[in-house]
């Protein structure tokens, strides 16, 4: 079983930064695949990067060249830098791990608030 907590969310203006980290505990193996998703109000929920098990990075569109996702393996923890943040990028943000053969966890989420 793996546990994933997220941390660091919050509000912020619009053009300002936030990283939100997510911490795993538990048996993680090899994994699959581990990244973030955002769900919007009345939203469904979606991807906003990942690593793939072969080491790349993915990211939605609408985050390419203001987020950055990164990890610490020695930690088991798993940052999203998010810059130039939009209003567009209120969400619940959270983290999940694909692990072999077809195990997904999710953590908890936090809330990220961007202001005009």
């Known amino acids: 079983q793996v546990q994933l907590v997220e941390s660091g969310g919050g509000s912020v203006q619009a053009g300002g930064s936030l990283t939100v980290s997510c911490a795993a505990s538990?048996?993680?193996?090899?994994?699959?695949?581990m990244g973030w998703y955002r769900q919007a109000p009345g939203q469904q929920r979606e991807l906003v990067a990942t690593?793939?098990?072969?080491?790349?990075?993915d990211y939605a569109d609408s985050v390419k060249g203001r987020f950055s996702i990164s990890r610490d393996n020695n930690k088991n923890t798993m940052y999203l830098q998010m810059n130039n943040l939009e209003p567009e990028d209120t969400a619940v943000y959270y983290c999940?791990?694909?692990?072999?053969?077809?195990?997904?966890?999710w953590g908890q989420g936090t809330q990220v608030t961007v202001s005009a």
């Open positions: 999940r791990v694909d692990q072999y053969p077809s195990r997904i966890s």
């Open positions: 538990g048996s993680l193996g090899v994994l699959k695949a």
């Open positions: 690593f793939t098990s072969g080491g790349a990075t």
